[in-house]
């Protein structure tokens, strides 16, 4: 028995050792794509670049489900999943206004509104006094008044579009809240492949 038992475990250990790996892995294609795709939004000026990585949540979401047998087990995985690109996203516009975003009040010049599945959502023309184009201003669902004068924070290189209200601080939360997902994705996936490794030995085993 101790003899037959002996490789046994050893194939356990192997076998986690394997999936933790594997899990280690995936953690870090994730991180990697998430801040990969962040980053082309920014550089792109387009945020909804980032909406791309639902596919890869869905995908994610799907595996989990299939491969574990806790449905809220998956779900806490794409929610983290998910977060990852647009938390990061927030992190580089709050950092480019802390560190050198202007304060300025505008003019709304022309309205622009686009219809979706969720209801409509507006951008604006902005004039502001003594400056060239700053880019425009969207504001989600929020509806705003043409010829009203708002106050905005404005990006003076233009590489992020300017924002409703006043400069805003360091992203310090936004950072915690970030890290907190990309940590939660490496430890449910490295913990999860561990976990599935020693159970695909546990089945095989007579």
Known sequence: MKQEGEPMRVGRVVSMVLGFLAGAVVAAGLWGAARGLAGLAYDQR?????????????????????????????????????????????VLHQETFHDRGRVERAVLTAEYEQASMDGSSYSYDLKVPGATAV???????????????VTVTVDPLGEVAPALGRRTGAPTVTRALETGAEVTVALMTVGFGAWRGLRRRVVGEP
Not at 47 to 71: K, N, P, Y
């Open 46 to 90: 387009n945020d909804r670049i980032v909406l791309l990585w639902l596919l890869v949540t869905a995908v994610v979401f799907l595996t989990a489900v299939q491969m574990s047998e806790h449905g809220w087990v998956a779900a806490l995985l794409a929610v983290a999943v998910c977060a990852m690109p647009m938390l990061r996203l927030h």
């Open 135 to 149: 880019g425009g201003l969207n504001t989600g669902v929020q509806r705003l008044r043409v010829g009203h004068t």
